[in-house]
């Protein structure tokens, strides 16, 4: 399993090694005016790549440029991996630790907790304050059944009854909306559910969060808040809200459970007022963020290779790599601009 993109190795590879089928690499070179592009330079430079084993191994042949560095870089890489590699791993493995300075993190965090527990107030929080791209799955649901979409009557009959809508519905709308956004921080909030959410969301993109969110508030509490939020939501009313507490009991415990003996479970009282809530929630991101603070500010991009969708993203100068796999997908909207 692809920790949210953790498992990297570093290649130290001369390019000379590299059989390319296809000399348009060199020509490419050769026109950049980027020396590091440069086909004269290509046989004397030694080029550190970082990259993803397991699934995310053959993601960047089929790719949109953004310019024609990343270009040069997805199409080298391209043709690395496609070439021996069995010998380049045996050969040029370098120890995980020497990458640790190169890796630019996906850092992908759940908030997993009851209904009207405060996790959208703390999510607007943290966003301003630590620059991470919320997701809430609900907010895409309910958008999604505005859209019009042929799901939109079974997520609105979902939703009134405080039931979980089925995981593809839900996955699909998360991966778009993450393939939508170059941040490479996501806060997903109220998901996974239940445990059908959790298996799916991991079996289709590879992806563990890093810790999940936990605000601990007793039932009489979010009910209080839910009846007095005054959205005009449909679920906030007194029989949803019952029915959606003991969804949350039965299915979304069990995932919180998960976590915690994974270790990965942040506890926060979230009965507090809200800025005592987020003074918690700052003590829990600190240190996470502090450890990525050095992370580079290239672009994500998305490509396709066969069936599977990758985000990825280059730096040339110091040739980061990241790559992310999305999963499979059939993403026509996409699929065409590729
Ligand atoms: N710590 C807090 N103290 C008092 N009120 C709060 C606190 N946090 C949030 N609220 C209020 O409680 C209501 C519910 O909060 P919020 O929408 O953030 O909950 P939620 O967990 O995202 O709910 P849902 O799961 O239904 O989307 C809102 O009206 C919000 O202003
Ligand atoms: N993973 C999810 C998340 C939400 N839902 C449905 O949306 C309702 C509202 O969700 P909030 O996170 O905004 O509280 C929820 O009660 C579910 O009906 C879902 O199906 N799957």
């Known amino acids: 399993m692809t920790k949210a993109c953790i498992e990297y190795f570093a290649l130290s590879c001369p390019y000379d090694m590299i059989q390319f089928d296809d000399h348009s690499i060199l020509d490419h070179g050769q026109a950049s005016p980027d020396?590091?592009?440069?086909?004269?330079?290509?046989?004397?430079?030694?080029?550190t790549v970082v990259f993803v084993l397991g699934e995310c191994l053959v993601p960047v042949y089929s790719?949109?440029?953004?310019?024609?560095?990343?270009?040069?870089?997805?199409?080298?890489?391209?043709?690395?991996?496609?070439?021996?590699?069995?010998?380049?791993?045996?050969?040029?493995?370098?120890?995980?630790?020497?990458?640790?300075?190169?890796?630019?993190?996906?850092?992908?965090?759940?908030?997993?907790?009851?209904?009207?527990?405060?996790?959208?107030?703390q999510c607007t929080n943290i966003v301003e304050h630590?620059?991470?791209?919320?997701?809430?799955?609900?907010?895409?649901?309910?958008a999604e059944k505005e859209s019009g979409s042929e799901n939109g009557t079974?997520?609105?009959?979902?939703?009134?009854?405080?039931?979980?809508?089925?995981?593809?519905?839900?996955?699909?709308?998360?991966?778009?909306?993450?393939?939508?956004?170059?941040?490479?921080?996501?806060?997903?909030?109220?998901?996974?559910?239940?445990?059908?959410?959790?298996?799916?969301?991991?079996?289709?993109?590879?992806?563990?969060?890093?810790?999940?969110?936990?605000?601990?508030?007793?039932?009489e509490v979010m009910e209080r808040r839910l009846l007095g939020r005054n959205q005009g939501?449909?679920?906030?009313?007194?029989?949803?809200?019952?029915?959606?507490?003991?969804?949350?009991?039965?299915?979304?415990?069990?995932?919180?459970e998960y976590y915690n003996s994974k270790g990965k479970v942040r506890k926060i009282d979230a009965e507090k007022p809200v800025e005592e809530v987020f003074e918690a929630v700052k003590s829990v991101f600190t240190p996470l963020h502090e450890k990525v603070k050095h992370r580079s500010n290239a672009?994500?991009?998305?490509?396709?290779?066969?069936?599977?969708?990758?985000?990825?993203?280059i730096k040339s100068r110091q040739v980061v790599y990241q790559c992310c796999c999305l999963g499979v997908a059939t993403l026509p909207e996409i699929s065409n601009q590729i």
């Not at 020396?35 to 080029?47: C, D, I, P, Y």
């Not at 939501?233 to 949350?248: E, P």
């Open 35 to 47: 020396s590091e592009a440069n086909g004269s330079s290509l046989s004397e430079k030694k080029v």
């Open 63 to 121: 790719l949109t440029s953004v310019n024609n560095q990343s270009w040069f870089m997805g199409y080298f890489l391209a043709q690395l991996i496609l070439c021996s590699m069995s010998k380049i791993l045996t050969d040029n493995i370098v120890s995980k630790e020497l990458v640790g300075e190169l890796i630019v993190k996906f850092v992908l965090l759940f908030s997993l907790c009851g209904p009207g527990s405060g996790k959208g107030t």
């Open 130 to 142: 630590f620059g991470y791209t919320h997701l809430s799955a609900g907010d895409l649901l309910r």
């Open 154 to 219: 079974m997520i609105q009959n979902m939703i009134k009854e405080g039931k979980i809508v089925p995981s593809e519905v839900t996955i699909k709308l998360l991966q778009r909306a993450m393939q939508a956004n170059n941040n490479d921080k996501f806060l997903i909030d109220g998901f996974p559910r239940n445990e059908e959410n959790r298996a799916a969301f991991e079996s289709v993109t590879r992806i563990e969060p890093e810790f999940v969110l936990f605000f601990d508030c007793s039932e």
């Open 233 to 256: 939501r449909a679920d906030d009313n007194i029989d949803t809200i019952r029915k959606r507490f003991k969804v949350y009991m039965e299915s979304t415990l069990p995932v919180i």
């Open 299 to 313: 672009p994500w991009n998305i490509s396709r290779y066969r069936d599977r969708w990758f985000l990825w993203r």
